[in-house]
T-cell receptor, first 114, second 111 residues
């Protein structure tokens, strides 16, 4: 089954404790991206990757890191989480389907930073 | 700053009626337009894409695009309670450009 898999589904942590949210897709998609979703602010892009070893900042990259060592995986790293990073996070992937892109989303990670 | 604007709602529509969701965008270079549906606590799911002016129909859903007015809409015919969700409008210049989401419109179908 074609899917984007995120883990964990729920995560509660404390300020400053490094964490990683994993994302993996089995569709051989070139493009992968991380979003956060907050009430009243909608979906905001954190980082994206066009292909292996190619990453770039989205709209809200501060406090986050990513890596793309393999085509299927795109982990999101919070080196020193803070309470303002409490949010619902989504990983997404897509093929380059000219003239646009159609995103497939993971099931989300609800993160709470205390 | 590229923007995609949607009325946040909630938009309440009686079951069986037509629900009309609207979206405007600021970037005249936009070429690709998408509607995603998001149930509460779930991830967004693509339901329609449209690239040319006019209407595109898929079952009970019709997407309408007017590039001159920078306006895209989604019509849902014969609305069902299962259509109750938040609908996200998304816009892109196309390949090699990121997609920009509106904040979504909450739709509530009244039984």
């Amino acid at each position: 089954e074609a899917q984007v898999t995120q883990n964990p589904r729920y995560l509660i942590t404390v300020t400053g404790k490094k964490l990683t949210v994993t994302c993996s897709q089995n569709m051989n998609h070139e493009y992968m991206s991380w979003y956060r979703q907050d009430p009243g602010l909608g979906l905001r892009q954190i980082y994206y990757s066009m292909n292996v070893e190619v990453t770039d900042k989205g709209d809200v990259p501060e406090g986050y890191k990513v890596s793309r060592k393999e085509k299927r995986n795109f982990p999101l790293i919070l080196e020193s989480p803070s309470p303002n990073q409490t949010s619902l996070y989504f990983c997404a992937s897509s093929l380059w389907d000219s003239p646009g892109e159609k995103l497939f989303f993971g099931s989300g990670t609800q993160l709470s930073v205390l | 700053q590229k923007e995609v604007e949607q009325n946040s709602g909630p938009l309440s529509v009686p079951e069986g009626a037509i629900a009309s969701l609207n979206c405007t965008y600021s970037d005249r270079g936009s070429q690709s337009f998408f509607w995603y549906r998001q149930y509460s606590g779930k991830s967004p799911e693509l339901i329609m894409s449209i690239y040319s002016n006019g209407d595109k129909e898929d079952g009970r859903f019709t997407a309408q695009l007017n590039k001159a007015s920078q306006y895209v809409s989604l019509l849902i015919r014969d609305s069902q309670p299962s259509d109750s969700a938040t609908y996200l409008c998304a816009v892109s210049r196309g390949r090699d450009d990121k997609i920009i989401f509106g904040k979504g419109t909450r739709l509530h179908i009244l039984p």
